[in-house]
């Protein structure tokens, strides 16, 4: 059983950062793979960035590859999304999961409760 819980959304403006947390208990969570998925208000949730159990490989999707990175400290059960360069477009609730790494939410066994993210132009 992992438990997620995500932190450092808010209001930023357009070309703006933020730095995402998800913070996960358990001793387990260097067994999974994380990813990083968003929702805005009527879409459907999509993939943003995942990460191996091991950090050896890390995955983007297109619209926030070179702006967003992933990163994990398993020392600490904690991984990471570095957002530059923010757009209005990027706005959304950001969800942390764990489970075997996959484009697709349905792979992900656990998921936290989701961090808003709000960009101004």
């Known amino acids: 059983q992992v438990q997620l819980h995500e932190s450092g959304g808010g209001l930023v403006q357009a070309g703006g950062s933020l730095r995402l947390s998800c913070a996960a208990s358990?001793?387990?969570?260097?067994?999974?793979?994380m990813g990083w998925f968003r929702q805005a208000p009527g879409k459907e949730r999509e993939f943003v960035s995942a990460?191996?159990?091991?950090?050896?490989?890390?995955y983007y999707a297109d619209s926030v590859k070179g702006r967003f990175t992933i990163s994990r400290d398993n020392a600490k059960n904690t991984v990471y999304l570095q957002t530059n360069s923010l757009k209005p477009e990027d706005t959304a609730v950001y969800y942390c999961?764990?489970?075997?790494?996959?484009?697709?939410?349905?792979?992900?066994?656990?998921w936290g409760q989701g961090t808003q993210v709000t960009v101004s132009s």
């Open positions: 999961a764990a489970g075997s790494y996959s484009y697709t939410p349905n792979e992900y066994n656990y």
């Open positions: 990460i191996w159990w091991n950090g050896a490989r890390t």
């Open positions: 358990g001793r387990t969570f260097s067994s999974y793979d």
